[in-house]
């Protein structure tokens, strides 16, 4: 089991013309990375293409060479095992429902359980995670650690949530 304390983890989100990955898309993002002091490197590991035709394998190799760690957001059990063969530390589950062409509302929890049934790294369960019981489904599924994002460091989504709770606040208020 990886033990980290609390490690900062580092990512790059920008768009790349001709390829659709926006997590870390490349190998000087994840250079970048390392030099500022990342211990975890989180970069989109689907099956997507790169530009320039990077390859995953690529990203790894840096992230390694830079004293680092690499977790690779996934959106499937498929692309969770072959981030492992080349070389994940840690998988995530950050990108469940974000490749496909609609966006679900909730957690994916049954992929959190079949990557932790399947992968032998730890598992960040990651991904529309709003709720105490949300987190505990996860850490029951077998997550190692779950990211808990918007709904806590969002003021404005937060206040949408509870004010779509509220008989009282117009629907276009919300």
Do not use: N
Not at 10 to 23: Q, W
Not at 70 to 95: E, I, P
Not at 115 to 135: F, L
């Amino acid at each position: 089991m990886v033990t980290l304390g609390v490690p900062v983890v580092g990512l790059v989100k920008r768009h790349v013309p001709g390829s659709p990955v926006y997590i870390t898309p490349s190998r000087a993002d994840v250079v970048a990375l390392t030099g500022a002091g990342a211990q975890i490197v989180a970069a989109d590991a689907t099956d997507r293409p790169r530009a320039g035709g990077e390859r995953l394998a690529d990203l790894i190799a840096a992230t390694h060479a830079g004293g680092a760690l690499f977790m690779a957001d996934v959106d499937s059990v498929d692309s969770a095992l072959a981030a492992v063969d080349a070389g994940a530390d840690l998988v995530g589950t950050t990108l469940a429902g974000y490749t496909g062409t609609t966006v679900p509302d909730g957690p994916d929890v049954d992929l959190v359980a079949a990557i932790s049934r399947w992968c032998p790294v730890p598992v960040v369960a990651e991904g529309r995670y709003r709720t105490p019981a949300q987190v505990a489904a996860a850490f029951d599924g077998g997550a190692w650690a779950v990211v808990v994002g918007t709904a806590i460091s969002d003021p404005v989504h937060t206040t949408r949530r509870f004010a779509s709770a509220c008989p009282h606040v117009p629907v276009e208020s919300r």
